[in-house]
């Protein structure tokens, strides 16, 4: 039998046993029981050990590529969140002998414990041997399930094993058996709760110490993003012994306790949202530049690259750079530290203008006004989260859409487009040794 297909009927039934005395319903690969991992990694946390260890952390920044580094990892903690993944990276380059990749991509601190460490993969070798290269810096690593960008159905990984229940189990058994350190990972859902609960069983029956469900298709992305299905989310939760995490709608501070009360999950995940506003865990309402500067000072002590940087500045700015275009060009072409400080000085004495303009004084932090669809209406230079276009007027019936938003001034949809376009700009701007990282990574 397929691990798919003796997961249901199993639930890996006796792995306190031993494989050959459970007959068919353990995997061949499950080449350990679990008494025997025990006793080969008696000081290694498992489950709710781990949770506790890491201090029961409830707010999560997730692992985002090119965007949970360091410097953003303690700007998040300074506001708030309490467990912190880093971006995902590739575990082939990652192990490679060169150390070029891993020398650029993971930086670690004392003050960013507790972190996990997340890797995309598809051959348990080249997983462990990544996973290796962290142990002692890193209170886990986690595998990756829900990338579901082009890139990850060329490479073969991310959510682009979700059809191949087999060789998720043989990544994640592998680092159970043979790691030093706890295996956690992040899922999506499938259409059919059941098949949502049959696969995170199998993968929590595989060893995974903690799940992240993020309650999306692999089909939502982009402007296709749509509601996260929390009812999926607590399903999973119901169904597995090990800590859950949740992610999907949340925009605000206060979606993350209504998440907790709709699902039951033992700590909530932002991603985007967290990239709009750092502060988002913390319940702050905050002016952007603030943001952008605690960012820059970070940055001045720990050695970030300039497209990451932009790409934050970018997003911080999302609301206001439509506003003041020429601004927008000239972090466009922000190259160095001092190039950063002086676009976010320049726009601070702008936006400070802005706000004390006759009617921006009006706005009220303790009575703010909702528009059509239950979007809080803050101005343009406060910490808010991306709302993006509805996508389908037919089943978009709710007047809270949670990152989908009609926007009825045309004029604010150009500005809008233009300044993803600006995004994606940017990310092509990274220097020829990313290009051919990118390229190899394609080809894997």
Known sequence: MTVAETTVAADVCCLKDTPKDCGSDVPAHFTMTEDEIKAKFPNRLRSYDLFKKMGSPRHIVAPMVDQSELAWRILSKRYGATLCYTPMFHAKMFSDDNPKYRNEQWQTSEEDRPVIVQFCANDPEYLLKAAQLVVGQADAVDLN?????????????????????????????????????????????????????????????????????????????????????????????????????????????????????????????????????????????????????????????????????RAHLFKLFRYSLPIHTDLRQQLANAKSMDDMHQFVKDIKARLIEDSQKEDARKFDLENIEMDEFGYRKYPHWICQPALRFEHDKEHSKSKRLLNEAKVADQNDKASDLFLIKEENKEREREDEDDCNKKQKLSQE
């Open 145 to 309: 399930l829900g990338c579901p960008q082009h890139i990850a159905r060329r490479g073969h990984y991310g959510s682009f094993l979700m059809e191949d229940w087999d060789l998720i189990s043989k990544l994640i058994r592998n680092l159970h058996e043979n790691l030093e350190i706890p295996v956690t990972a992040k899922i999506r859902v499938f259409p059919e709760v059941e098949k949502t609960v049959a696969y995170a069983k199998m993968v929590e029956a595989a060893g995974a110490q903690i799940i992240t469900v993020h309650g999306r298709l692999r089909e939502q992305k982009g402007h296709k993003t749509g509601l996260a299905d929390w009812d999926k989310i607590k399903a999973v939760k119901e169904a597995v012994k090990v800590p859950v995490f949740a992610n999907g709608n949340i925009l605000y501070f206060e979606d993350i306790q209504r998440c907790i009360d709709a699902t039951n999950v033992d700590g909530v995940m932002s991603a985007e949202t967290n990239l709009y506003n750092p502060a988002i865990f913390s319940g702050k309402v905050l002016p952007t530049w603030q943001m952008a500067q605690e960012y820059l000072e970070i940055c001045d002590e720990i050695v970030t690259k300039s497209s990451f940087i």
